[in-house]
């Protein structure tokens, strides 16, 4: 039996070898340094956050007002123009409610990297920090360039932090032989790059990215050891690129008996879809050393199990076997590190004494590269993390961190492996009173229900000193025989429906430190890695149900961070100076709006399970204004619905000379006016608070209106044929580009995809019916101008906001494909065919006249 000793600091932050540290000022200075916190809150200022609060109030009164108009006032001659638009506008407005609730408390963090040095990684001493396991995703590499991959991989091992805590497993389900040579040449220049980063601190460690930053570094007078040494890295990575261009090339054309390995075996994935699991070691902290003699972190290609008639997900057991990190953070295969201290940034919170026993996960900003200077298509997603404003696409992040914390987005994502199995968080007795909401509405001095106090008798149960270390022995009989609490109530057989049926995997999930025993045999360990990525492995199991990633929506990220809220956890999003993590995205108008179908879909699959925040699970700790942030997150598609309705309104009205408002009086316009300038008031508030631009802001908007139009209109469509039907959606995974034929090329490639189709229609008819209403008012005279301008009003909104969409359609240097003219020439027949059966120049009198119809007017 080993014993259990407690190597980290006590939650005052004072190790016991910090007591001794001697009695000078300074060594005391440094004990109290280290005591103090590693992180806080910044609030925003209380002048802007309650003016701010002050506006969405009174924006709330006036648009009671506004609804007490338009539902008293009907329009009588277009009755049926007048019921849609006010179903609209009630839709935007509740969507605008749900979007603001969870704003209601944004906040700012601050973390302090050299507190969290004093505290678990001093100078001259063993690193107390813990170990960390990074997953990077891939699947087609024809599709994800395998350079980008290698960037990506090659930022992670040469991050700031301990060699032999930090572990990267590449994690390829396309099981593709280029991915695995292609990881083998990024190994081996590894050797070299790595020790060039830390001999030199730069940044970022991606070697494409930082070659490709425009810096005079002759200018500072920089040593010119320094200079020889950059010059000589960079023609290495010129000839590493060759090498890895090549390996493409040599991919393009598969081989009719598939491909063969260096020592002349089959390779065993040529069959994706039908392959046994494939682990390979590249790099380890004890057979990987750099050119300098030093050790290297580890590197891990893993590919799992496929069979046909199995569902293949993922994604952490194989790395709770061989390294068993305490945290995992996942990124994307085009996600490098953007600045080498992401993890000690995330570990200011995960190590925090006060925060990490109920931090389930630290999310950090995406940030992306190659994007055109006016971001066409919002790729750059700062509203989606920095603030959401009249979106009701996605909640705010910042102030989703001042209730339970920010959504997880699928990358960029530091877990604590506790939470991603399934257990509760250890939570204070401040933790468990009930929301904030219910208290204020309920009184505080109430006695306390029983589900209260159950959930307080067991989550104070559990402490850090709960958790036993095994040996291989104990394992191999059951885990019996501990008195750890978790071991007390599940038997031998509830361990394994729970975990699996591997006893040195189910024996990892105890270790809330992390790492494996070290009495374990490493050919025993690979021999049970490759057992846990079978694809049987997950059969009769809580794997996707209650632990680990979430299964039942391809935007499995958002079930499984919501189920970690749903248990009492808490998540903190972090956004320090510098971006730690940025990436490639779609640039061009086709990817970016599958990309959007994606996510809109993954959002109505939740929707329609039971998984479904609006009646999942309110025995549990899920916050309330919590719950309405995720409620928002899954709605926001049907929006699209009353979008595309209201869209089409105006030019419907233009046609038909009728409007959606009656005549005006002074008293209605007055509340119409004091709408605009709430909606106005609101925005650059929130704007100021954020820091966000007023062109990140428009692109925002009108990527809202493209997406609804579109992406989230057929994800409604998909996701029910799906829940009714059966009908299932494959995953696509979008293409990035590495714009090797000129700046932005990519922004250009048109791709027709049905998804054009209705933001085209909608197009084609507001410009159809801006022509018709003004045809009709020159015919009419100059009294028909003045009703004119209000029907022109919403139709040109409506055209603004799609623009950068028709930028798209036009391609570069406007040339226009044919499909667009040919869908636009249709379009534009029908209705024009529709505009002379109404005939708008000739007035009701000349039709009755022509009819034959005269009465006494005649």
Sequence with gaps: ?????????????????????????????????????????????????????????????????????????????AYGLWLVSVICEIWFALSWLLDQFPKWYPINRETYLDRLALRYDREGEPSQLCP?????????????????????????????????????????????MLTFES?????????????????????????????????????????????????????????????????VAKAQKVPEEGWTMADGTAWPGNNPRDHPGMIQVFLGHSGGLDTDGNELPRLVYVSREKRPGFQHHKKIRVSAVLTNGAYLLNVDCDHYFNSSKALREAMCFMMDP?????????????????IDLHDRYANRNIVFFDVSLVLSVFINMKGLDGIQGPMYVGTGCCFNRQALYGYDPVL??????????VKSCCGGRKKKSKSYMDNKNRMMKRTESSAPIFNMDDIEEGIEGYEDERSMLMSQKRLEKRFGQSPIFTASTFMTQGGIPPSTNPASLLKEAIHVISCGYEDKTEWGKEIGWIYGSVTEDILT????????????????????????????????????????????????????????????????????????????????????????LPAI??????????????????????????????????????????????????????????????????????????????????????????????????????????????????????????????????????????????????????????????????????????????????????????????????????????????
């Design 1 to 77: 039996m080993m014993q259990v000793t407690n190597k980290y600091p006590d939650a005052r932050g004072g190790g016991g070898d910090m007591e001794g540290t001697g009695s000078n000022g300074e060594d005391m200075q440094m004990v109290d340094d280290a005591r103090l916190p590693l992180s806080r809150i910044v609030p925003i200022p209380a002048n802007q956050l309650n003016l701010y609060r002050i506006v969405i109030i009174l924006r709330l009164i006036i648009l009671c007002f506004f609804f007490q108009y338009r539902v008293t006032h009907p329009v009588r001659d």
């Design 132 to 176: 960390i396991d990074i997953f990077v995703s891939t699947v087609d590499p024809l599709k994800e360039p395998p350079l980008i991959t290698a960037n990506t991989v090659l930022s992670i091992l040469a991050v700031d932090y301990p060699v032999d805590k930090v572990s990267c497993y590449v994690s390829d389900d396309g099981s593709a």
């Design 183 to 247: 990881l083998s040449e990024t190994a081996e220049f590894a050797r070299k790059w790595v020790p060039f980063c830390k001999k030199h601190n730069i940044e970022p460690r991606a070697p494409e990215f930082y070659f490709q930053q425009k810096i005079d570094y002759l200018k500072d007078k920089i040593q010119p050891s320094f200079v020889k040494e950059r010059r000589a890295m960079k023609r290495e990575y010129e000839e590493f690129k060759i090498r890895i261009n090549a390996l």
């Design 354 to 370: 006060a925060l990490g026993r109920k931090t389930c996960y630290v999310q950090f900003p995406q940030r992306f590269d190659g």
């Design 428 to 437: 204070t007795e401040a933790d468990l009173e009930p929301n904030i909401v």
């Design 561 to 648: 961070g919501f189920k970690m809220h749903a248990r009492g956890w808490i998540s903190i999003y972090c956004m320090p100076p510098r971006p730690c993590f940025k990436g490639s995205a779609p640039i061009n108008l086709s990817d970016r709006l599958n990309q959007v179908l994606r996510w809109a879909l993954g959002s109505v699959e939740i929707l329609f399970s039971r998984h479904c925040p609006i009646w999942y699970n309110y025995g549990g700790r899920l916050k309330l204004l919590e719950r309405v942030a995720y409620i928002n997150t899954i709605v926001y598609p049907i929006t699209s619905l009353p979008l595309i309705a209201y869209c089409v």
């Design 653 to 858: 009205c233009l046609l038909t000379n009728k409007f959606i408002i009656p005549e005006i009086s002074n008293y209605a316009g007055m509340f119409f006016i004091l709408m605009f300038a709430s909606i106005f008031a609101t925005g650059i508030l929130e704007l100021r608070w954020s820091g966000v631009g007023i062109e990140d802001w428009w692109r925002n908007e009108q990527f809202w209106v493209i997406g609804g139009t579109s992406a989230h209109l057929f994800a409604v469509f998909q996701g029910l044929l799906k829940v009714l039907a059966g009908i299932d959606t494959n995953f696509t995974v979008t293409s990035k580009a590495n714009d090797e034929d000129g700046d932005f090329a990519e922004l250009y490639v048109f791709k027709w995809t049905s998804l054009l189709i209705p933001p085209t229609t909608v197009l084609v008819i507001n410009l159809v019916g801006m022509v018709a209403g003004i045809s009709y008012a020159i015919n009419s005279g100059y009294q028909s101008w003045g009703p004119l301008f209000g029907k022109l009003f919403f139709s040109i909104w409506v055209i603004l906001h799609l623009y950068p969409f028709l930028k798209g359609l036009m391609g570069k240097q406007n040339r226009t494909p044919t499909i667009v003219i040919v869908w636009s020439i249709l379009l534009a027949s029908i209705f024009s065919l529709l505009w002379v059966k109404i005939d708008p120049f000739i007035s009701d009198t000349q039709k009755a006249v022509a009819m034959g119809q005269c009465g006494v007017n005649c």
